[in-house]
Nanobody, 124 residues
């Protein structure tokens, strides 16, 4: 099992940047593919980005491609989401998720472990 704790959310203005972190417990973090999802009020939880266990493969939703970067540091048991050029429509609770698999997945149903979420609010 793995426990996940997100941090780094906050209130920013359009065009600003934020970096989210997701710290994982356990000794086998490097065996988990990781993903970031987000959920705006009244909407479904949507895929944002995913990364394979080695960090060598990443995938992004079209809405964030070119603005967001997912990365991981297996020595620190942490996955990051660098968010640049933020827009008001990026406002949501951001969740990290883990799946015991080398390959990444983009469906939220494929992830067994979830953090509690961190709020990102982008003002116009």
């Amino acid at each position: 099992q793995v426990q996940l704790v997100e941090s780094g959310g906050g209130l920013v203005q359009a065009g600003d940047s934020l970096r989210l972190s997701c710290a994982a417990s356990g000794r086998t973090f490097s065996s988990y593919a990781m993903g970031w999802f987000r959920q705006a009020p009244g909407k479904e939880r949507d895929f944002v980005a995913a990364i394979s266990t080695s960090g060598g493969t990443t995938y992004y939703a079209d809405s964030v491609k070119g603005r967001y970067t997912i990365s991981r540091d297996n020595a620190k048991n942490t996955v990051y989401l660098q968010m640049n050029s933020l827009k008001p429509e990026d406002t949501a609770v951001y969740y990290c998720a883990a799946r015991y698999s080398s390959a990444y997945y983009i469906s939220k149903g494929e992830y067994a472990y979830w953090g509690q979420g961190t709020q990102v609010t982008v003002s116009s």
